[in-house]
């Protein structure tokens, strides 16, 4: 069957004064609906470009995109403005860390959720007031009926990112982008969102495209899982697959950098020295070389010269040289934590 959401070879590439960015280089992944896909790596990986060139949300003017974003059969990306407007907010929508950033001050909570809904169905004040009562109900904002009156000051750090939820969940998209929507919050309000977003999916049937740096959110909301590195995919598969059995340097670094999810508590966390490549001048050969541990046990000088593929044999897979006898040794200590 065709999958719901579907991306083919996706580049995105930004022109700047210095030259032009590859930010997206060459990404592809399918999505069913109700299921969620978590997108996970470091700032300036690809992530939250991926999900906005989904969204259509590049300006036109510098950003040339390139291969195929196919929703419910619709190819998004020859798709006018006046189409993707359809869709935002309506069979897509998103979520973002900043609740602050996508509510307007100016405007309560409630005619702000309300103007999404008439804007997408055409409803009445009195039935947009209503909804809006409704979404806020759901996302678990107490006194709906009073607090749909209040400004987005008014509401607390958490309860704003409800209410951004519930305008993004507002007419019923069958695809929600979050990009590090628990980021800012701490960890309590963050498992509350966690799981309000899980009984959101459970109940809309939604697919969602969970963007974050951080694995823990990975292992608790993901059924597949795809890591990013300088603009690509360097592995891929389901969350037991990548998390309990990564196949790639860059992944195994991260899980070392952070605490174990159910091992022990002792093992020393060593974070990947070095910095994300630049965009502008990617490094040659596989982007992870200048920070990768393993490089040098790769012969030929390989890892600088020539970019690994990513293979992908049903849904699993990663972009590296190293053999799979090579990795089983290489990788044995992280096993041994486990
Ligand atoms: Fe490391 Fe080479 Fe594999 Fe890249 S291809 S992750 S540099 S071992
Ligand atoms: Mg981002």
């Given amino acids: 069957s065709t999958p719901f959401l579907s991306l083919r070879d996706l580049k995105v590439h930004f022109s700047t004064e210095d030259g032009v960015v590859k930010a997206v280089d060459g990404l592809s992944f399918d999505l069913e609906k109700g299921k969620t896909l978590g997108i996970v790596g470091e700032s300036g990986s690809g992530k939250s470009v991926t999900n906005m060139a989904i969204l259509g949300l590049h300006d036109p003017r510098n950003t040339t995109m390139d291969g195929e974003i196919v929703l419910d059969g619709k190819e998004l990306i020859s798709a006018s ?36 809904y008439r804007k997408h169905t055409g409803s009445s004040k009195k039935e947009a007031r209503d909804r809006a009562i409704e979404m806020l109900r759901r996302v678990g904002i107490p006194q709906p009926d009073v607090r749909v009156d209040d400004y987005p000051h008014q509401f607390s750090g958490g309860m704003r990112q409800r209410a ?19 980021t800012a919050l701490d960890v309590t309000v963050q498992a509350q969102i966690m799981d309000l977003l899980k009984d959101l999916q459970q109940e ?3 697919a969602i495209i969970f963007i974050t740096h951080d694995l823990g959110v990975i292992a608790d909301i993901a059924d597949d ?24 340097p860059y992944t195994l670094g991260l899980l070392n950098s952070m605490p174990s999810l159910d091992g022990p508590v002792d093992v020393p966390l060593s974070p990947i020295p070095g910095s994300p490549p ?61």
């Fill in 81 to 116: 403005e006046t189409e993707l407007e359809k869709l935002r907010g309506n069979k897509m929508s998103m979520i973002f860390q900043d609740a602050l950033a996508s509510l307007s001050p100016y405007h309560t909570i409630g005619a702000q959720i309300a103007e999404t």
């Fill in 164 to 182: 951004m939820i519930a305008m993004a969940l507002v007419c019923d998209p069958e695809l929600l982008i979050a990009d590090e929507p628990t």
């Fill in 204 to 206: 809309f049937g939604t």
């Fill in 225 to 248: 899982v795809l890591v990013m590195y300088g603009g690509r995919c360097v592995e891929r598969g389901t969350k037991k697959q990548v998390l309990s059995a990564p196949d790639h």
């Fill in 278 to 338: 630049s965009l502008l001048n990617p490094p040659t050969g596989c982007r992870f070389h200048p920070r990768c541990a393993f490089a040098e046990k790769v012969s030929g000088g390989l890892c600088s010269s020539e970019q690994p593929k990513l293979e992908v044999t049903e849904g699993r897979g990663s972009a590296c040289h190293l053999t799979s006898d090579q990795k089983r040794d290489l990788f044995a200590d992280f096993a041994a934590t486990r």
